[in-house]
T-cell receptor, first 115, second 110 residues
Framework: DAMVIQNPRYQVTQFGKPVTLSCSQT?????MYWYQQKSSQAPKLLFH???????NEADTPDNFQSRRPNTSFCFLDIRSPGLGDAAMYLC??????????????FGQGTRLTVV | GEDVEQSLFLSVREGDSSVINCTYT??????LYWYKQEPGAGLQLLTY?????DMKQDQRLTVLLNKKDKHLSLRIADTQTGDSAIYFC??????????FGAGTTVTVRA
């Protein structure tokens, strides 16, 4: 019954080795988001897609990229992970926040460890 | 500083009411949200309030909004051990973006 599925739940990667996190949704939502959440901090939006339109936050490092090959899937690519990129990465979807409190549905998150 | 601010910790006795407070900065926010995060899990929407409302009640949850002071609160009546979690306040600052507070860790003690 999970509607937003993130794989894997836990990912360990080596310093500098590219890593990809995946997210899929069964809700057919237009908008998909990637958030980074570090310990005891607020989730921070990295970027979002509205359909195929990609929207990068101004302070998202170039090291982070994203792909959305179709409505259901969205990937987060970290080209050269550093120790500071260790965090929980949350994927979320929504129809459109303009349409009246349309909630964002979150996945379980992927906890990334960089060694 | 952050756009949304919350106190970091709250300890409450089982059966008492919990009140979690939040302040936000964007007066144009149309919706304000409360999310719950249990250990190792994603965020779950608890409730939301439209900015032209003062109060919203949903079973044990009561949301109060003071738009003039940009203050939002969440009251949980009859707090249970299952309510132990991190609670995030969030504002929608444009059509697609949610800005979150750092979260309030609620600990329910017997």
């Amino acid at each position: 019954d999970a509607m937003v599925i993130q794989n894997p739940r836990y990912q360990v990667t080596q310093f500098g080795k590219p890593v990809t996190l995946s997210c899929s949704q069964t809700l057919n939502h237009n908008v998909m988001y990637w958030y980074q959440q570090k310990s005891s901090q607020a989730p921070k939006l990295l970027f979002h897609y509205y359909d195929k339109d990609f929207n990068n936050e101004a302070d998202t490092p170039d090291n982070f990229q994203s792909r959305r090959p179709n409505t259901s899937f969205c990937f987060l690519d970290i080209r050269s992970p550093g120790l500071g990129d260790a965090a929980m990465y949350l994927c979320a979807t929504s129809r459109d926040l303009r349409t009246g409190g349309s909630e964002a549905f979150f996945g379980q998150g992927t906890r990334l460890t960089v060694v | 500083g952050e756009d949304v601010e919350q106190s970091l910790f709250l300890s409450v006795r089982e059966g008492d009411s919990s009140v979690i407070n939040c302040t936000y900065t964007d007066s144009s926010s149309t919706y304000l949200y409360w999310y719950k995060q249990e250990p190792g899990a994603g965020l779950q929407l608890l409730t939301y309030i439209f900015s032209n409302m003062d109060m919203k009640q949903d079973q044990r949850l009561t949301v109060l909004l003071n738009k003039k002071d940009k203050h939002l609160s969440l009251r949980i009546a009859d707090t249970q051990t299952g309510d132990s979690a991190i609670y995030f306040c969030a504002e929608s600052i444009n059509d697609y973006k949610l800005s979150f507070g750092a979260g309030t860790t609620v600990t329910v003690r017997a």
